[in-house]
């Protein structure tokens, strides 16, 4: 459930193209409007190098480990307070569209006091693939979602130094899109 | 500017000890900006690996004022220094 009190039910499916099977993924809140989408395209021989699929819809945010890993493996009690108070979701979900930015409103805490309640834009940038990954590939994309993910600034975003950080985000992906065999998938949980 | 690293060790197969600094600095260049630091020490003891363990921590928080202005404002300041223990058993099944 999200912080806003949203269900969110899973829909899966899947159609074969030529070989190639073709699987969808919705996402469907409680009014049954479509929260979500994913779209995922893999190569019919398993265990390719060259899986490549293209996600939309809400995620967690896909920085660091302690977002990544499941709460109940976690060695300490909480997450880190860049996942627990700095999440403008509050709930370690977030949006993004490969390989566009997406924008995001903030939704503010003004419980906690650690977040200002100032409209912001969020974008970030990821490719996946289903495939094992090196450490190397994980780090550069940990890096570069980072990056994405730090300009939540509104007033930033006017300035040319948040123009050059974007432009300095879609290159990183790309260079690590185009050095990488694979690049790391989101886990769940 | 958020920032966190974590350290574990295994004592035995059943008890760990893990410590944690966490950092978060909202940086939104606005009123109501503040620091918040986490120093975070943990003991974690493993009845049957994640699916049935006790985690204690005890965690010092120190929070600094707002950072928008040079002189302290009561209105806006936001000073949560506190020192926890938390402790939780989980059984996952």
Redesign the interface.
Known sequence: MRPDGVDLLPRKIGIFVDGIPYEGEGTLNTNGKPAGVCSLLRKAASGTQNNVYVDVGQFKIPV?Y?SLASV??L????R???FT??DPFDGGYGMYVTPAFSSVAHKGSSTT????S?A?VIGRTLLLSRTPKPFWAILATSLTSFTAY?Q??A?AQATPAFARQVRCCRACVWIAAFLTPSLPTLATG | MPAYGSLGYRFTPRLEGAFRYDFLNVDRDATGDTTVRDLIFGLNYYIKGNNAKVQANLIRRNGAKDLSGTVANPATDIHNDRTELRIQGQVAF
């Open positions: 660091g302690e109940s493996a060695p300490l009690v909480e880190a307070l860049m108070q700095r006091g650690l977040t200002s100032t912001s730090s939540e600034s007033a």
